[in-house]
């Protein structure tokens, strides 16, 4: 399948389903932001251990962290439920951190820097059809 990287407006893709590499979801439905459910995942830093939520709209950098965070902190991140290691091999083009990986169904992947403050991400889409049904349907057409 041809594999696609995308780059999308902020706040237009909302994450529905992600998971870990071992397919447990990391959606987590008692924690809303923006109204909707967050992407929650373990971290730690430095010893200390908690749950980190995010924002589930693609580009929009909200969290809501267990443990107090300041930029330039890296975190490392892993699955809540059976805490499998959500980071990959890639470094971050900015900064040189390793990325973290959100799986994505149908193949995808969200892709983003685990340093606070760092604004690099990247949203790979094997799909395209499923992932952007819900961008197109929000888009507001111009009338013929
Ligand atoms: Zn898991
Ligand atoms: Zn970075």
Redesign the pocket.
Known sequence: MEEIVVKVPPGKVRIKEA??????S?IDPRVKMSGQPAITARLRLLGESGLIHLNPYYGVFEYRSEIPLENGDVVDL???????PLTVEQQCGMCHAHMFALQLPGGGEVRACPRIGCHNHQLTIVDLDAQFAEYYEEETRPKM
């Open positions: 998971f870990c590499p071992r397919g447990c990391l892993f699955c809540p439920h059976c805490g499998t």
